[in-house]
């Protein structure tokens, strides 16, 4: 899904959308194919409220240059 997202996003000239992977799964292999599929920060749940700020506020300040 987020391949053909990031696709879409390329095609029609958008501004990238901000995308962090939230999951379960917490092996190195599947973070590695979430952020190779378009994910721009990767999170184990459970996850707390202030990390899922930082981490937004993160790629909000890298997405805005």
Avoid: Q
């Amino acid at each position: 899904f987020l391949e053909k997202f990031r696709k879409h996003e390329k095609d029609t000239h958008r501004k990238r959308t901000g995308i962090i992977a939230l999951t379960a799964h917490v092996s190195s292999d599947y973070r590695s194919k979430c952020l190779s599929a378009g994910a721009d920060k990767f999170m184990p749940k459970p996850i707390k409220r202030e990390d899922l700020l930082k981490a937004s506020l993160e790629i909000y300040n890298k997405l805005k240059k």
